[in-house]
């Protein structure tokens, strides 16, 4: 019904082909559709009807120069069959880069690269791939008369292991193979052909993988194209798909059960509902497992009544649901607990999702729960057939973009899908994936292999929006956005951008389609006070957006209440690190928070640092001004302790600087690695400025020890995305060879405290009952002792609080290069999928000394 017709299929129309294209409509208008149940991190992932996706990123595959027909995965090889003369790397243009492969390639699935050593060029195209169930062999069918130079009629199979055709099986097709499933003892094979080696068949044929010879006593025969073929586990049952009418001489529409031994019918009561079949309508997929089989199918114009997917049980054939999303299927997948499928679908209102717009938007992939959950509806559109009532999946959450290509002249993106527990892979003719050149082929991941970096939309609306009718009141609106794979967003609105202690915190699910109006009235606030109201989406992954809104100003007026004072303080040796963000203001903000620290030292800021000359007891005051000018103070006395060791360096930043960090209180200059404007010194700290990708490293060449103690406070102004943020204290750098003590800030707020040698992760430890948010303290220790083997021990904890008597990770360790003495420095490394960019890590309190 959709005039958007599966390309390679053409080949067999004849007539057809050109009544086809003659009807062909390409309207395809990109957009991102939303949840409507399960995600990558769903809220209960043991719901069936919710199972976990993969993410919605895509990952950098190999890109061909036209379209990929079909796919299968053995081990971490992908094997692509297809119509393409060239491929090249994830990120290179049309044209550069290239490496022949003539409509065959093989990638590796975790890295997406190439597989330089596979190469067997085919004279023509390839439409079907499949793999032998021990993984010994792929079998490729198409158009192709030659494979590796040699005759090979439309049908080969090649050797995983030397990755050349198998000379042994040579069966002569008198046409094109459009489909194939295989047993290690049989391989079946289904097409436009009407002989197998010189003896009569109708589209079906069974084939003996020693030698090629056909199996006459398999007799199965239909009366039109196969396009669509899988065979049962256990080798009983083969499914047959197509535009066929009849199978052994009984009505079947397009789909058949047969022995796998005879070929004889067995029953399939599901081709009762889904009944495509003709010139104009057929099967295009079929993928079995242990106990369904999964298919697909297309109409336009009369013979057909399914567009969508559905599943059959794989022993008596009997439907267990279907789904009508109208727009034509081409390619199912099982994997996992979801079936994701392939095709055009711009409308899935009978299945509880999108609806049709105009012009039509086209979700080229999309996802299903293996499990049946409910019944279809009608959307009443007398075009498709009504099937309300019938058990349907539930649709899932996820919707990577693809735009669609031009290669096949039918304005499509995605054609194939295969995967396995790990990824999912697409083939087809797209160029774009989420905005990305990646042409025709891509990969997605679940998260336990890649985290998905796809994060909430960041549309308009979104915006917060605030507004004061009411004395001491602030209402604040904005609309929900949605994700492409997470179907359950977290709001975190925060006034005058105090985002580390929101005001409300709320989750929400939504769809593209239906994105409902959020609202929050702010109280206690003073008249004619202004403020502001900053909101964070942030998903399950870890991956958020913030907006922030207009200024507002507070109706009423009154007497301005006084705020409270209240800050923490730790101390590590002579440092101390404060923190007064638990002060408040009960009818407006903090304004300024100024701190003394009763030696003569000053400070301003929520947080800040102080290293004391000597030890002793002193009392640290702290005076907060809210926004309408009114003060509080409040004290606390401190206790500091010189260090056990000789101090061999030491810094407070108490300096200005701008391009590095000049020189250290002691210890000598600074010296930075990386351009000058990275680093700069201000208000009491030493800043580090990474953009996303980039290590940044500060090092007192002039100390030099093999017994190093060194301590350190840091805090961060952005809250990690993508990989994290890596905060290290160096106390050994041997030339460019280092031992770290790191810390890993992550994206879910986790802290993890890690060893390395030279880059090289010696142990690694989520820091339990640790959580980190931006502008929060934390303090680092590392030690690094004694040569041949060093030992190295690191901890970090809050720095507002005690310091833990233990150490987190210990190691030894007798790197070449760092057994010898060594510089102490400090480093930051931003994920480069870091999504918030540049951050500025902030360090104080910056003190080395020698472990006695």
Not at 493 to 511: E, K, N
Request: hydrophobic content about 35%; glycine content about 12%.
């Amino acid at each position: 019904m959709d005039a958007l017709t599966r390309s390679r299929r053409a080949h067999a129309f004849g007539p057809l082909t050109a009544l086809l294209s003659a009807l062909l409509l390409i309207a395809a208008s990109l957009a991102l559709a939303a949840p409507s149940s399960a995600d990558t991190m769903p809220p209960d992932p043991t719901n069936p009807a919710s199972p976990p996706t993969v993410g919605a990123t895509a990952l950098p595959t190999v890109q061909i120069d036209g379209v990929a027909w079909a796919q299968t995965v053995v081990g971490d090889t992908v094997y692509v069959a297809g119509k393409f003369g060239t491929a090249r790397p994830a990120g290179s243009p049309a044209g550069a880069n290239t490496t022949p492969r003539s409509n065959l390639l093989a990638y590796n699935i975790t890295t997406g690269a190439l597989i330089s050593t596979f190469n067997v060029p085919l004279n023509a195209q390839a439409l079907t791939i499949a793999a032998s169930p021990d993984g010994t062999r792929v079998y490729v069918g198409g158009d192709f008369t030659t494979a590796g130079g040699a005759s090979y009629y439309r049908i080969v199979a090649i050797s995983t292991a030397t990755g050349q055709p198998i000379s042994s099986f040579r069966p002569v097709m008198e046409s094109e193979v459009r489909a194939i499933a295989v047993t290690n003892t049989a391989v079946y094979a289904g097409g436009t052909f009407s002989s197998v080696n010189g003896v009569a068949r109708g589209y079906l044929a069974r084939l003996d993988p020693s030698n090629g010879a056909l199996v006459q006593s398999w007799a199965a025969s239909a009366d039109a194209v196969v396009d669509a073929m899988a065979v049962s586990p256990d080798g009983a049952r083969v499914y047959a798909g197509g535009r066929f009418k009849n199978v052994n001489g009984s009505a079947h529409y397009g789909l058949a059960m047969l022995t796998g031994s005879t070929g004889s019918i067995l029953p399939f009561p599901a081709n009762s509902v889904v009944r495509d079949a003709g010139t104009q309508a057929g099967i295009t997929s079929l993928k079995a497992t242990s106990d369904r089989v999964y298919g697909s199918g297309y109409v336009f114009g009369s013979g057909g009544n399914l567009e969508g997917s559905f599943a059959a049980d794989g022993v008596t054939g009997a439907l267990i649901w279907l789904e009508d999303c109208h727009g034509d299927t081409y390619s199912v997948a099982p994997v996992g607990d979801a079936l994701y499928v392939a095709g055009h679908p711009h409308d899935c209102r009978n299945v509880g999702g999108f609806p049709e717009t105009n012009p039509r938007t086209f979700h080229h992939t999309i996802a299903f729960s293996k499990a049946r959950t409910g019944t279809l509806t009608n959307d009443g559109n007398t075009a498709y057939a009504n099937f309300r009532g019938q058990p349907s999946p539930t649709l899932l959450n996820w919707f990577p973009n693809y735009a669609t290509g031009t290669y096949t002249g039918q304005g499509q993106a995605a054609w194939s899908l295969a995967g396995d527990s790990r990824y999912l892979v697409v083939g087809g003719e797209f160029p774009v994936v989420n905005g990305t050149a990646q042409y025709g082929l891509t990969r997605f991941a679940f998260d336990s292999v890649v985290r998905s970096t796809t994060g909430p939309n960041n549309n308009t609306a979104l915006t917060p929006n605030a507004t004061s009718g009411t004395a001491g009141q602030a209402t604040v609106n904005w609309t929900a956005t949605y994700d492409q794979d997470n179907v359950s967003l977290r709001y975190a609105l925060a006034r005058d951008g105090d985002t580390a202690h929101p005001i409300s915190t709320v989750t929400r699910t939504s769809t593209f389609w239906s994105r409902s109006a959020m609202s929050f009235t702010d109280s206690g606030l003073a008249g004619g006070s202004a403020h502001t109201y900053t909101l964070t989406v942030t998903d399950p992954d870890g991956n958020s957006i913030t907006r922030t809104g207009n200024s507002v100003t507070i109706a009423g007026g009154g007497t301005n209440q006084p705020p409270t004072a209240s800050f923490t303080v730790g101390a590590n040796g002579l440092a101390v690190a404060v923190d007064g963000s638990a002060s408040r203001d009960p009818d407006g903000s903090i304004a300024s928070w100024a701190w003394n620290f009763g030696d003569g030292g000053t400070a301003s800021g929520v947080t800040a640092g102080h290293t004391y000359a000597t030890a002793g007891t002193y009392t640290v005051s702290l005076v907060v001004t809210d926004n309408r000018g009114a003060t509080a103070t409040t004290t606390r006395s401190v206790t500091v302790t010189a260090a056990s060791g000789t101090t061999l360096a030491k810094d407070g930043f108490e300096r200005t600087v701008s391009n590095g960090w000049g020189t250290a209180e002691t210890g000598g200059a600074w010296t930075g690695a990386g351009t000058g404007s990275s680093y700069a010194v201000a208000s009491g700290t030493g800043r580090i400025i990474d953009p996303a990708g980039s290590t940044k490293t500060q090092t007192l060449t002039g100390v030099s020890t093999s017994r190093s103690d060194v301590t350190v406070t840091f805090t961060t102004d952005l809250a990690a995305t993508g990989g994290g943020i890596f905060v290290s204290a160096i106390p050994r750098q041997v030339g460019s060879v280092t031992y770290d003590g790191r810390v890993l800030l992550t994206s879910s707020g986790a802290v993890q405290i890690q060893l390395l040698a030279n880059g090289a992760a010696l142990q690694a430890v989520t820091v339990s009952g640790l959580t980190y948010a931006p502008g929060q303290q934390l303090a680092l220790r590392v030690e690094a002792v004694g040569s041949s083997p060093t030992t190295l021990r690191a901890r970090v904890w809050s720095a507002t609080q005690a310091e833990p008597t233990g150490w987190q990770v210990t190691a030894t360790d007798s790197t070449a290069g760092l057994q010898s003495a060594g510089s102490p420095g400090l480093r930051a490394y931003l994920s480069a999928a870091a999504t918030s960019t540049p951050v500025t890590v902030r360090f104080d309190n910056f003190l080395v000394s020698a472990v006695p």
